[in-house]
């Protein structure tokens, strides 16, 4: 006689249809973000299982190039930052700490914010990473122009030969100072912050007074 055993897969079946739209949705999604989206793994070996078609346009290297080089996103690291980033990337690391700076395929540098969400097995070990890297050297760009002009007002305010201060009429009070007023007014700094403004104002006033009487 035959004899069979049979079993209801169909759970399972279910299971893995739904975890095969679950991808086609997440590829959707991430073939359509600016941002570069990325699964990775570190065994049995490390290499990218998935990148998103984003990294060309940030780095001019297609994704191909990516899964044939599993290396490649760190020759692209700045040295500055590549130590780093390959620690963690290889889950030496638990860390993420922006900004860091890629060399794109045509010499320029740009700067990139970056991160990633581990990918543990049964034994709670890091076996990948799932993370996004987002440009923003933009952003770092205004900053720093933000930066060097404020540098440059307070070298101005600062070494201005003319008596210079800020002052915050909400809270009618000097902000700050330059060392011309102090010099004329013959306060300290700290004793200039510490004054009102009517205090400055008829002060300023007893001095062209003076000088009129002495013209005269």
């Known amino acids: 006689y035959i004899q069979c055993i049979v079993r209801d897969i169909s759970e399972r079946i279910k299971a893995e249809t739904k975890l095969k739209e679950n991808e086609k949705v997440f590829e959707l999604i991430a073939n359509n973000l600016n941002d570069v989206v990325y699964i990775s793994r570190l065994k049995p070996q490390k290499q990218f299982e998935f990148i998103s078609p984003a990294i060309e346009k940030l780095t001019g290297y297609p994704p191909k190039d990516f899964y044939e080089d599993s290396n490649l996103i760190f020759k692209l690291l700045h040295p500055d930052d ?85 002052y915050d009429y909400k809270l009618k009070k000097f902000i700050n100072v330059n060392d011309a007023a102090i010099s004329l007014y013959g306060f300290s700094k700290e004793e200039f912050l510490m004054l009102s403004y009517n205090q400055i104002y008829n002060n300023n006033k007893n001095e062209m007074l003076k000088d009129k009487n002495i013209e005269q």
């Open 82 to 166: 590549r130590y780093r980033i390959q620690q963690m990337m290889e889950g030496n690391l638990d860390e993420n700490r922006p900004p860091a700076k890629f060399l794109t395929k045509s010499g320029n540098i740009i700067w990139v914010f970056h991160r990633s969400l581990p990918r543990r097995n049964s034994q709670n070990e890091i076996t990948g990473y799932i993370g996004i890297i987002k440009d923003v050297t933009a952003q770092i760009n205004s900053d720093k122009q933000l930066h060097e002009t404020e540098n440059s007002f307070r070298y101005l305010f600062e070494n201005n030969p003319l008596p210079m201060w800020i």
